[in-house]
């Protein structure tokens, strides 16, 4: 079982930044891939960005390459997304997710955390 704490969410002016942390357990953290996935109001979750075990390899939705950052720190059991140059559309409850490898499909992820909200006014 991996429990996943998201927070860093928050209240935030068109282009400037935030930065979500994902803190994990038990110590198993190394041995599964991690995705940021986002689901604004009334609308489906969606991938946002993944990072494999290692974090040799990234994953990203056009939407946020070149604005976003998916990093993680093994020897902290937490992943972390920095967001950049945000705008009103990336406004939406993010969630953390764990899989045992690296995808951007959400069935393909087996822990999810409660979700972080992420607002970003005009």
């Known amino acids: 079982q991996v429990q996943l704490v998201e927070s860093g969410g928050g209240l935030v002016q068109a282009g400037g930044s935030l930065r979500l942390s994902c803190a994990a357990s038990p110590r198993t953290f190394s041995a599964y891939a991690m995705g940021w996935f986002r689901q604004a109001p009334g609308k489906e979750r969606k991938f946002v960005a993944s990072i494999s075990q290692t974090g040799s390899i990234e994953y990203y939705v056009d939407s946020v390459k070149g604005r976003f950052t998916i990093s993680r720190d093994n020897a902290k059991n937490t992943v972390y997304l920095q967001m950049n140059s945000l705008k009103p559309e990336d406004t939406a409850v993010y969630f953390c997710?764990?899989?045992?490898?690296?995808?951007?499909?959400?069935?393909?992820?087996?822990?999810w955390g409660q979700g972080t909200q992420v607002t970003v006014s005009s």
């Open positions: 997710a764990a899989a045992s490898t690296i995808s951007v499909r959400d069935n393909d992820y087996d822990y």
